[in-house]
């Protein structure tokens, strides 16, 4: 086994805008993913209703993002997005969410905001013989497509 050490030292600029507070399509947002639909950790699968911190993540842009971002380039990916308003909704809406538990958003070393992309992507996909990365604390693995809750076992 080999191991990779590296320190993480980004320097992002954000563009000015208003202080964050969560907008009417976030906390909707939020609320339906977390408790209405009681989504997985996209990571690990863990569920609000098995006691999991449950947050969600901006997937694609971050809120604060957005007043720095070329529209015509947006669009091209997201044919939708022809105005600001348009891009304000859909940066708090579902279609640029994660749901993630509180270890695998803020977590020091499992994180998204912690670590890169690459080594983060890799606690979705282990296998149950293999750690990428050591948790500081165990984590439960939890099957990540578990039956529907209405359908029992033939």
Not at 6 to 32: F, G, I, M, N, Q
Not at 136 to 153: H, I, N, R, S, T
């Amino acid at each position: 086994m080999s191991v990779l050490h590296r320190t993480l030292d980004e320097l992002v600029a954000y563009p000015p805008h208003e202080p964050r507070s969560a907008s009417t399509v976030y906390r909707k947002t939020h609320h339906h993913l977390v408790y209405e639909l009681d989504a997985p950790c996209w990571i690990c699968a863990v569920r609000h209703s098995q006691g999991g911190a449950m947050e969600t993540h901006h997937a694609h842009f971050e809120w604060a993002s957005q007043n720095g971002l070329d529209l015509s380039k947006v669009t091209k990916d997201w044919p939708a997005l022809t105005d600001r308003k348009k891009l304000a909704e859909w940066v708090d809406s579902e279609s640029n969410m994660l749901v993630l538990c509180a270890v695998h958003h803020r977590g020091q070393h499992t994180g998204i905001h912690s670590i890169s992309y690459p080594a983060w992507l890799l606690q979705r996909y282990e296998g149950e013989e293999f750690t990428f990365i050591e948790q500081p604390a165990p984590v439960a693995k939890v099957a990540l497509f578990a039956p529907d809750k209405g359908k029992q076992a033939a």
